[in-house]
């Protein structure tokens, strides 16, 4: 295992283009992090399949959260201990089920749709022409985004303001996450993003036998992952653009996704002691 006890938790979307390219140099810093032996854990919206490629090119090893929380994937042998919570096998992954697995969101947006009276499409149903119409991404990569462990993606057909209200009021209702991703929507059923860095920071806190500080890096507005990290690099969408947190705490810093020194600031947090 690795010996470094600090981890960082990397809501990594901000990074990725709509087609999986890396974006504000972030493959440099992910290559950083590896040089000084640091554990980054990607946070994504994205599925696992999604993650495949940009993992692969930037040879990433650690485990990651995928579908906004609904599921921690742990690469093959990467701890050599069993996870407190049960396990079951995705692909080339033991995967740390969070939320639960489908059809069991699909069957849910239906069941919503059908009792709030609001139509929707789900994206699973579309044709390869069709998802990349609505999409706008090639076959390949459309064929990618409704691939999906645990939550259902979908849109809806024609509703109005008021209808989308009565469908998240009863989603609320019945304790569903439900979140608004681009043209898509998601719906999961128990997905928990805190939970999973729990999972992970769990292992690595027996791994490491003494508590690894956990280091979160995203937009200002992702409080669950700040909540549940020791401090953190909160990301302003520009140096304009400074949050109400940005002096609430010592433990985090903010700073724009485009300034030029980012990534150095960043990897000064990460590294600083105390």
């Given at each position: 295992?690795?010996?470094?006890?600090?981890?960082?938790?990397?809501?990594?979307?901000?990074?990725?283009?709509?087609?999986?390219?890396?974006?504000?140099?972030?493959?440099?810093?992910?290559?950083?992090?590896?040089?000084?032996?640091?554990?980054?854990?990607?946070?994504?919206?994205?599925?696992?399949?999604?993650?495949?490629?940009?993992?692969?090119?930037?040879?990433?090893?650690?485990?990651?959260?995928?579908?906004?929380?609904?599921?921690?994937?742990?690469?093959?042998?990467?701890?050599?201990?069993?996870?407190?919570?049960?396990?079951?096998?995705?692909?080339?992954?033991?995967?740390?089920?969070?939320?639960?697995?489908?059809?069991?969101?699909?069957?849910?947006?239906?069941?919503?749709?059908?009792?709030?009276?609001?139509?929707?499409?789900?994206?699973?149903?579309?044709?390869?022409?069709?998802?990349?119409?609505?999409?706008?991404?090639?076959?390949?990569?459309?064929?990618?985004?409704?691939?999906?462990?645990?939550?259902?993606?979908?849109?809806?057909?024609?509703?109005?303001?008021?209808?989308?209200?009565?469908?998240?009021?009863?989603?609320?209702?019945?304790?569903?996450?439900?979140?608004?991703?681009?043209?898509f929507w998601s719906l999961a059923v128990g997905?928990?993003?805190?939970?999973?860095?729990?999972?992970?920071?769990?292992?690595?806190?027996?791994?490491?036998?003494?508590?690894?500080?956990?280091?979160?890096?995203?937009?200002?507005?992702?409080?669950?992952?700040?909540?549940?990290?020791?401090?953190?690099?909160?990301?302003?969408?520009?140096?304009?653009?400074?949050?109400?947190?940005?002096?609430?705490?010592?433990?985090?810093?903010?700073?724009?996704?485009?300034?030029?020194?980012?990534?150095?600031?960043?990897?000064?947090?990460?590294?600083?002691?105390?």
């Open positions: 295992m690795l010996r470094r006890k600090t981890v960082v938790y990397c809501a990594v979307d901000p990074f990725l283009s709509s087609r999986g390219k890396f974006l504000h140099g972030f493959e440099g810093f992910q290559a950083e992090l590896d040089q000084l032996e640091i554990p980054c854990v990607w946070i994504s919206s994205r599925s696992r399949v999604q993650l495949d490629d940009p993992r692969r090119r930037v040879s990433h090893t650690e485990p990651f959260i995928a579908e906004d929380g609904c599921g921690v994937y742990l690469p093959e042998d990467y701890f050599h201990l069993k996870p407190s919570s049960k396990t079951v096998r995705l692909a080339r992954f033991t995967c740390i089920p969070i939320a639960q697995q489908q059809p069991v969101a699909q069957e849910a947006v239906e069941t919503l749709a059908e009792e709030s009276g609001v139509p929707i499409v789900a994206l699973r149903t579309l044709s390869p022409r069709e998802l990349r119409q609505n999409i706008g991404l090639p076959n390949q990569e459309a064929e990618l985004a409704r691939q999906r462990d645990f939550d259902e993606l979908f849109f809806f057909a024609a509703a109005s303001e008021a209808d989308i209200a009565r469908f998240r009021s009863l989603a609320l209702q019945k304790n569903y996450s439900l979140r608004k991703q681009g043209v997905a928990d993003i805190k939970r999973g860095i729990r999972e992970i920071g769990d292992l690595y806190d027996r791994s490491f036998r003494a508590h690894a500080i956990r280091f979160a890096i995203g937009p200002v507005g992702f409080s669950t992952l700040f909540t549940a990290c020791d401090r953190g690099v909160r990301l302003a969408a520009s140096s304009k653009s400074k949050s109400a947190f940005a002096q609430d705490s010592s433990h985090f810093t903010e700073i724009s996704i485009t300034a030029p020194d980012l990534w150095e600031t960043t990897v000064a947090a990460v590294t600083a002691r105390g």
